[in-house]
């Protein structure tokens, strides 16, 4: 098991709906984030939550709203997207402190389909 | 402009041998430096870093070689095996906090049988 947990593995949607990708981490780590990898792109950050308080968007378009209602769960909701959206979805958590960086582990990925 | 590049989209390497895997950053700053494999359908897998204090970091079969001055580091799999064929990321940091790291475009290693 990973460790880190992302529903739903695929998603297609309207660009008219209202969804949501969902992370769960089982690893006590104290920092999220929601990665975009689009085709022949290097991954790209969107958000990151840093003891549950968003510290970097990225200037990630407004359809694009991350929540994070406590430190094991981060959730980003998906309205009137664009097909251009249409990419591979990352959530990765870490432990952050002083003395050093455990490194990220990622979720398996939401592959998102806008049409 | 990339901050962190993978100039080998793909390399092809036969079982046995060395694979070599080549990264190049821009910004004087990064000081901490991870590889990520990627097998289809799942996320990246932590797989081996190094800090600028070091200039080489080895685990096993895998080994991180960097050159500050060259702004280079590479990835040697020695003996490179089919289960390691994967799409490889190269990653940096201003800090070593796990926050803002740059990724490279990924490089696909082939070993072949």
């Known amino acids: 098991e990973t460790g880190v947990t992302q529903t739903p593995r695929h998603l297609v949607m309207g660009m008219t709906n209202k969804k949501s990708l969902k992370c769960e981490q089982h690893?006590?780590?104290?920092?999220m984030y929601w990665y975009k990898q689009s085709a022949k792109k290097p991954l790209e950050l969107m958000f990151v939550y840093n003891f549950k308080e968003q510290t970097e968007n990225n200037s990630v378009p407004s359809r694009f709203s991350p929540e994070c209602p406590n430190s094991s769960h981060l959730f980003l909701h998906l309205h009137t997207l664009q097909p251009e959206d249409s990419a591979l979805y990352l959530c990765?958590?870490?432990?952050?402190?002083?003395?050093?960086?455990?490194?990220?582990?990622f979720g398996s990925g939401t592959r998102l389909t806008v049409v | 402009d990339q901050q962190v590049k993978q100039n080998s989209p793909s390399l092809s390497v036969q079982e046995g041998r060395i694979s070599i895997l080549n990264c190049d950053y821009t910004n004087s700053m990064f000081d901490y430096f991870l590889w990520y494999k990627k097998y289809p359908a799942e996320g990246p897998t932590f797989l081996i870093s190094i800090s600028s204090i070091k200039d080489k970091n080895e685990d096993g079969r895998f080994t991180v070689f960097l050159n500050k001055s060259a702004k280079h580091l590479s990835l040697h799999i020695v003996p490179s095996q089919p289960g390691d064929s994967a799409v490889y990321f190269c990653a940096a940091s201003a800090t070593n906090y796990g926050q803002n790291f740059v990724f490279g475009p990924g490089t696909r290693l082939s070993v072949l049988p």
């Open positions: 690893l006590g780590h104290n920092a």
């Open positions: 990765a958590s870490s432990q952050i402190n002083r003395d050093r960086d455990y490194g990220y582990t």
